[in-house]
């Protein structure tokens, strides 16, 4: 049905039974044939049988320092910093002892997400973290809960580590609670083609285990910044409302460990900004069948987002002191500002909408930004 709809390419391995519906009738070699020419002048046309500099890429720069280097940089970049009370960068003179605590602390597959290659090292949060640390701070750690499931143990009770995450807490002057989703948890909906034939999220909840740890290191009096690992928006109410920062750190690849506890020290300034919505837990979101652009992302969201597309904070404060438009060249000059007291980078943001139109979007859209020293 599909290739005779004229649907020439398909990623998963429905195709590999053209040959089978051919010998039944279903289907014809004219249309095979022009398929496959459709799809290999395209191939043709982008170049793809042409030599090219890939080509001729040595197997030596695979984990080169320049590459490696490059990796931490986006790593850096593109964590966010959604919140911070002002316990945000830690000072290493101040902190004796930090409580690393949750699944993903501690967890390979939390780095890298899916679609992805295979390093010769992995740096989680929590080594990243110690290594910062040195012998100068004193660093415990607890799995608090599994990732999804109620116990750790298949011979414990429920919520067996939350007892031990709170012990943790209690003798921590700070604690960096790392938690999210992995491979296992979130893929592409109905694809049987990805490892784990993980689909999409049922809601932007995170998995109860997670979510009876949060509330019961909400209560310990310790300091708490949040570490959220993930590939797509959560539910962060309870952070929101009782932790003092949160991270989006997203899956920040094999060496993310390391950019963390880099930002988390204040080595470098966050800076990243949120490339989706993260809606609101109330916002009333169209049924997964729904095509229509009613109340998806930023462009239609009728109602107020937890955190918005674009946001992002920094260790300082820029300002944008002015901004000029040239009309012709559609280009805007501005003057960028840091008025706090150290150095950041910022990301600063266009965003246009045209006004004379009933086929425009609700929001204004995304239509430049340029990161700033």
Not at 306 to 321: D, E, I, M, N, W
Request: hydrophobic residues 35%; glycine residues 8%.
């Amino acid at each position: 049905m599909a290739i005779n709809a004229g649907c020439d390419l398909n990623c998963g391995n429905t195709y590999l039974h053209i040959l089978n519906a051919y010998e039944h009738g279903l289907v014809s070699e004219e249309t095979i044939t022009e398929s496959c020419t459709r799809l290999f002048t395209t191939r043709y046309l982008l170049g793809l049988f042409d030599d090219n500099e890939f080509d001729s890429i040595p197997y030596e720069k695979v984990e080169c320092k320049k590459h490696l280097e490059l990796s931490e940089r986006a790593a850096r970049e593109s964590m966010v910093l959604l919140k911070n009370n002002g316990i945000l960068p830690l000072d290493k003179e101040a902190v004796k002892t930090i409580g690393v605590i949750g699944p993903n602390a501690n967890s390979r597959a939390s780095l890298i997400g899916n679609y992805h290659g295979t390093s010769s090292e992995y740096i989680t949060i929590l080594e990243g973290i110690k290594t910062f640390a040195k012998d100068e701070i004193r660093v415990l750690y607890s799995d608090g809960c599994h990732i999804s499931s109620p116990k750790t143990e298949a011979l414990a009770f429920d919520h067996d580590r939350i007892s031990e995450a709170v012990i943790v807490a209690g003798h921590s002057d700070v604690v960096v609670l790392c938690l999210g989703l992995n491979e296992l948890l979130e893929g592409e909906e109905g694809d049987q083609g990805n490892q784990y034939a993980s689909g999409d999220k049922e809601s932007l909840l995170l998995p109860e285990s997670q979510r009876k740890l949060m509330e019961a290191l909400s209560h310990t009096g310790t300091p708490v910044v949040l570490c959220m690992m993930a590939g797509s928006d959560i539910d962060l109410s309870i952070a929101k409302e009782n932790y003092d920062a949160i991270i989006q750190a997203w899956y920040p690849g094999a060496r993310g460990g390391k950019a963390f506890a880099e930002l988390l020290f204040g080595l470098y300034s966050p800076s990243g900004k949120l490339c989706v919505t993260f809606y609101d837990p109330e916002c009333d979101l169209p049924e997964f069948t729904d095509y229509s652009m009613k109340n998806r992302t930023y462009r239609y969201l009728e109602s107020k987002p937890q955190y918005p597309f674009g946001y992002g904070l920094t260790y300082g404060r820029a300002k944008v002191c002015d901004a000029n438009l040239a009309m012709e060249e559609m280009e805007i000059e501005a003057v960028v500002e840091n008025i706090g007291d150290r150095a950041v980078e910022e990301v600063i943001q266009v965003y246009v909408k045209v006004m004379d139109s009933e086929y425009a979007p609700l929001h204004p859209r995304l239509c430049g930004f340029k990161r700033v020293h």
